[in-house]
């Protein structure tokens, strides 16, 4: 099932993508294109690599995908992977870091934070859009895709920055 909603998120990124590309070619400048293309390209890059980390075990403090990540070493790999962005190493520190932005205007790309441990910014996840997002969740779990409608996400959610320029 896992992987069916990896591929499923893949074709819907890259859906995401040739939309917005493909509606605004005749209505903008080239310089305005490439502005939107290295955007769309920031975020998918983000996304395809997260992608492709789920599966992964979870590991307390863990920082590489052989011996398993935690949910901010989850993030940070991803970040530096996708797009050589050097993200600080928890979950609280991610939370001062970008644009903070309300929960409307959320795009692929954004990170999304929560309160699991009685404490806000202690969850981080990369949000993949239609209200999806990407995470190292627990002991015992993988990386993963999940709905932020999920009752126990709603009630935890704390907000969002947006790391990527132009997002």
Known sequence: ??????ALFLSTALAFTATNVGATEQ????DELSFLTRYTNAAQDVILQGLKLVG???RLGGSNEDNGLDCSGFVQLVFKDSIGAMLPRTAREMSEVGQRIDSS???PG???FFNTMRRTFSHVGIYLGDNHFLHAPRTGAEVRVEN????YWTKRYNGARRII???
Do not use: I, T
């Open 165 to 167: 320029e132009g997002n």
């Open 1 to 6: 099932m896992q992987k069916f909603l990896s």
């Open 148 to 151: 932020m409608e999920n009752s």
């Open 27 to 30: 209505q903008r400048s080239p």
């Open 105 to 107: 205007q959320l795009k």
């Open 110 to 112: 954004d990170l999304v």
């Open 56 to 58: 992964v075990r979870y």
